[in-house]
Each structure stands twice: as C-alpha cells, then as structure tokens.
C-alpha cells in the first residue's frame, strides 16, 4: 500500500515539475527489486498481499511507465506465472491489462502481449468457464479477464 501511496504522489509531483528524470529512476531502482522478489515469494498466495502488490505496481506504471517499459517481458512474465499459480487472483489480470494500455501499442511488446494473452487463457480457471452458472461463481475474475481481453484487442496492432 505504502508503494502505491508514494507512486501515486510522484504521479502529481512529475506534472508538477516539482520531480525530474534521475529521482524517478533511483525511485524505481529501489522500488523494483522490492516488489520483483516479493511478486517471486510464496506470500502472493495472499490475496490481500497480491493485490496491494499489483496496486503498487499499477500506480508506478501509471506515474513512471517509460521507466518501466524495459522491464514489460518482465513484468507481463511474473503475472502471467503469478496467475498460473493462483488462478482466483485477478489483481494479476488487472495489472496486466494497466500494462498492455500503456505499452500494447508498441509493436516491439506484440510477441510478449501475445504470448501474455495466450498464458491466460491456458489457465484452467478460465478455460472451465463455459457455463452461466460456472461464470456466477467467479464474477470478479470474468471482468478482469474481459477488461484484460478488451485492453489487447485495443491497444496491441498485432
């Protein structure tokens, strides 16, 4: 939560111009080795762990996301696995669809997108979704997919 607190801050301060370029980046060298071994860790089994964690990396995305762009495979990657693993979780889904708005336009991000949206659709957590009933169950995890969905079909040229 405290992540998320001080991305979203450094969000207002960058249009303010109160922030320049080298303190984004020694922000974001501290912070990204933090949330990377956390989202590696047993502990996003948690759902509220997993959630603030995604949070976190939301709003850095939205405050700082060129500074990110060189890390997208390797973002996507972690969710993507973080999903395999915990499949009622769609704060992964959620944060995956916050990247592909921001860099899905990119055709050098197309192959990592791609292969993205085809991790998550493998996942037997949605490839079981195939009945109204079964969709009721996970209704939260039908709207992340489909926002995740809506943002490729968007933002990727390919």
Not at 115 to 143: K, W
Request: contains cysteine; glycine residues 4%.
């Amino acid at each position: 939560f405290r992540m998320g607190a001080l991305f979203s801050h450094l969000a207002m301060s960058i249009t303010s111009g109160l922030i320049d370029d080298d303190t984004i980046s020694v922000l974001f060298g501290i912070f990204w080795p933090l949330l990377e071994k956390l989202t590696q860790s047993s502990h996003m089994e948690n759902t509220s762990l997993s959630t603030a964690a995604c949070r976190s990396l939301s709003s850095a995305i939205h405050s700082c996301g060129q500074h990110f762009q060189i890390l997208l495979p390797k973002i996507l990657e972690c969710l993507s696995m973080n999903f395999l693993l915990y499949q009622r979780h769609d704060c992964f889904l959620r944060t995956a669809a916050n990247m592909i708005e921001e860099f899905g336009h990119k055709e050098e991000y197309s192959v990592v997108c791609v292969r993205t949206i085809e991790t998550f659709s493998s996942a037997a957590s949605l490839s079981n979704l195939n009945s109204s009933y079964t969709c009721d169950q996970e209704p939260d995890l039908i709207e992340a997919y489909a926002n995740f969905t809506s943002a490729f079909i968007r933002c990727c040229p390919k």
